[in-house]
């Protein structure tokens, strides 16, 4: 199993470009998530969905767009690129909620100018 | 809403000694899960240990250890037999009983001196 994958590793935008951030999961994992981690700073939900077709906002959905055509991809879109923008973000999957741990990608460095 | 707080930004160890890294939240529920994670240079996330807030006793993962303190909101984790692989940032997070996303702590990194 490979695990979570993402794609870009590293990606630089300039202000006002757009561009989607690939994550796929070979586990079968119905829940997957997006996380945005600023320097020195904790991991911040962007988005989640519990299920193919079913997507909910987290703490800091503005600027983002998600869809969830498949269980395996959880595709992020940024448009309109800001400079506030410029973070690490992870993709991570679970098999269920609470209790069950959540695996993450290596993460996608993006940096907007 | 609930909040997790990290209050050392930095700490330091001695290979094969013994460091412990604090943690307190805030909630009003009284079912949830705390987790630590780790975060080498490689950015990848890495699960350390989880602890159900039901469950009295403190887990443990082999040289890893919670010391959870319901009642005064207090989660912290006890590196024991440090080793350089150790260095990294840690996370403390947060999770509502039924929830999926988890509130994480503002971290602390942690150095391994040899």
């Known amino acids: 199993n490979a695990g979570v994958t993402q794609t870009p590793k590293f990606r630089i935008l300039k202000i006002g470009q757009s561009m989607t951030l690939q994550c796929t999961q070979d586990?079968?994992?119905?829940?997957m998530y997006w996380y945005r981690q600023d320097p020195g700073m904790g991991l911040k939900l962007i988005y989640y969905s519990v299920g193919a077709g079913i997507t909910d906002k987290g703490e800091v959905p503005n600027g983002y767009n998600v869809s969830r055509s498949t269980t395996e991809d959880f595709p992020l879109r940024l448009e309109l690129a800001a400079p506030s923008q410029t973070s690490v973000y992870f993709c991570a999957s679970s098999l269920g909620l609470a209790f069950y741990e959540q695996y993450f990608g290596p993460g996608t460095r993006l940096t907007v100018t | 809403a609930q909040t997790v707080t990290q209050s050392q930004p930095e700490m330091s160890v001695q290979e094969a000694e013994t460091v412990t890294l604090s943690c307190t939240y805030d909630t009003s529920e009284s079912d949830y899960y705390l987790f630590w994670y780790k975060q080498p240079p490689s950015r990848q996330m890495i699960l350390v240990i989880r602890q159900e807030a039901y469950k009295q006793q403190n887990a443990t993962e082999n040289r890893f250890s919670v010391n959870f303190q319901k009642a005064a909101k207090s989660f912290s984790l006890k590196i024991s037999d440090s080793q350089l692989g150790d260095a990294a940032m840690y996370f403390c997070?947060?999770?509502?009983?039924?929830?999926?996303?988890?509130?994480f702590g503002q971290g602390t990194e942690l150095s391994v001196k040899p």
């Open positions: 586990m079968n994992h119905n829940y």
């Open positions: 997070a947060y999770r509502m009983i039924q929830g999926g996303k988890l509130i």
